[in-house]
């Protein structure tokens, strides 16, 4: 309501509430930072003009992941810019002093991503880090929640054989020897 | 949660409880650039600035294009359009002095003369012409 009222000048709120998820799932679609957060500028400048597409949508969080994963797409149609290897040279990352020892797990785990089909790894980020149901992703990606589910399982399991926390708690100690490591 | 969702999330996913949990902790690892939040605001400023200005453009081409269909017919034929609203108004000189020469059809009469009558008579009959308008 309030970007309706406000327009540009509540868009900052928007911004600051939503932009890290937004960019972290734009990125699982586009596989590089810079594409993502152009796809998430351009959903966000709609929003901005359009302010009645997200208020009056029945589900507004939702309906912005669409939003930015349309943007994603189009970009990645228009640069053809895959970069299938898990390179994550791209990424802007956060270390925090006491995450230090996390960090090589959280590498493996954006790489191991970065692995997965796209259709793949959206199901994941949607599910696990968007806390959403598989009816939810199913809408959002316009799938039945069985197909969402069916990607999910083949996603985890992919995963797991990527990321065993057997493997997680031996790479801590040898994270050189890490596999799915860029 | 449907009762399919609540199927897989307690029996055939059970399995990657921990998996999820390694994937979850890794959700905020990645950060949006420094400089995404200002230029996403200029953008939706310039955005907005734009479409104020296509806005106004618009509705000033739609005025002008409104004038010009209603007076169309003055535009295109202006001599016409004038005769019609207003005949008695317009004087010529070409008709001043076409009146004048039709006078001085007989030799002994002066072209001055001859242009002093005609001007007298288009002067009477816009006075009846104004007196049968009041």
Same mark, same amino acid.
């Given at each position: 309501?309030?970007?309706?009222?406000?327009?540009?000048? $509540?868009?900052?709120?928007?911004?600051?509430? !939503?932009?890290?998820?937004? /960019?972290?799932?734009?990125? !699982?679609?586009?596989?590089?930072?810079?594409?993502?957060?152009?796809?998430?500028?351009?959903?966000?400048?709609?929003? $901005?003009?359009?302010?009645?597409?997200?208020?009056?949508?029945?589900? +507004? %969080?939702?309906?912005?992941?669409?939003?930015?994963?349309?943007?994603?797409?189009?970009?990645?149609?228009?640069?053809?810019? %895959?970069? +299938?290897?898990?390179?994550?040279?791209?990424?802007? !990352?956060?270390?925090? /002093?006491?995450?230090?020892?996390?960090?090589?797990?959280?590498?493996?785990? %954006?790489?191991?991503?970065?692995?997965?089909?796209?259709?793949?790894?959206?199901?994941?980020?949607?599910?696990? %880090?968007?806390?959403? !149901?598989?009816?939810?992703?199913?809408?959002?990606?316009?799938?039945?929640?069985?197909?969402?589910?069916?990607?999910?399982?083949?996603?985890?399991?992919?995963?797991?054989?990527?990321?065993?926390?057997?493997?997680?708690?031996?790479?801590?100690?040898?994270?050189?020897?890490?596999?799915?490591?860029? | 949660?449907?009762?399919?969702?609540?199927?897989?999330?307690? &029996? &055939?996913?059970?399995?990657?409880?921990?998996?999820?949990?390694?994937?979850?902790?890794? #959700?905020?690892?990645?950060?949006?650039?420094?400089?995404?939040?200002?230029?996403?605001?200029?953008?939706?400023?310039?955005?907005?600035?734009? &479409?104020?200005?296509?806005?106004?453009? #618009?509705?000033?081409?739609?005025?002008?294009?409104?004038?010009?269909?209603?007076?169309?017919?003055?535009?295109?034929?202006?001599?016409?359009? #004038?005769? #019609?609203?207003?005949?008695?108004?317009?004087?010529?000189?070409?008709?001043? @002095?076409?009146?004048?020469?039709?006078?001085?059809? @007989?030799?002994?009469?002066?072209?001055?003369?001859?242009?002093?009558?005609?001007?007298?008579?288009?002067?009477?009959?816009?006075?009846?012409?104004?007196?049968?308008?009041?």
């Amino acid at each position: 309501m309030r970007m309706a009222e406000s327009g540009v000048s $509540a868009l900052a709120g928007l911004f600051d509430l !939503t932009s890290q998820r937004l /960019v972290r799932y734009a990125a !699982t679609i586009t596989r590089n930072q810079h594409d993502a957060e152009d796809a998430v500028q351009a959903a966000l400048v709609r929003v $901005a003009g359009h302010a009645s597409l997200l208020f009056q949508a029945d589900y +507004p %969080w939702p309906y912005l992941l669409r939003m930015v994963r349309n943007e994603a797409l189009v970009i990645v149609r228009r640069k053809r810019r %895959w970069s +299938p290897l898990a390179n994550l040279s791209d990424l802007l !990352t956060r270390r925090l /002093v006491d995450e230090l020892e996390q960090e090589e797990s959280h590498r493996a785990v %954006w790489s191991a991503l970065r692995s997965l089909p796209t259709d793949q790894a959206e199901v994941v980020v949607l599910k696990i %880090w968007e806390d959403m !149901t598989f009816a939810q992703i199913g809408e959002i990606l316009g799938l039945s929640a069985h197909t969402v589910a069916s990607r999910y399982r083949y996603a985890m399991e992919k995963l797991s054989r990527k990321l065993t926390p057997a493997d997680m708690h031996s790479h801590r100690h040898a994270p050189q020897r890490y596999r799915g490591l860029a | 949660m449907s009762e399919f969702d609540y199927k897989w999330d307690n &029996r &055939r996913l059970e399995s990657f409880d921990s998996l999820e949990s390694i994937v979850r902790a890794a #959700g905020n690892y990645v950060q949006p650039t420094d400089d995404l939040r200002p230029s996403t605001l200029e953008a939706a400023r310039e955005a907005c600035s734009r &479409r104020r200005w296509n806005f106004r453009i #618009g509705a000033l081409a739609t005025v002008v294009i409104l004038l010009a269909i209603c007076d169309l017919p003055s535009l295109i034929f202006p001599s016409r359009a #004038g005769q #019609g609203e207003r005949p008695s108004q317009v004087i010529r000189s070409y008709d001043l @002095h076409r009146q004048a020469s039709l006078r001085m059809v @007989h030799p002994s009469f002066d072209s001055s003369w001859a242009m002093v009558e005609a001007f007298v008579e288009l002067r009477k009959k816009q006075a009846d012409l104004f007196d049968a308008a009041m």
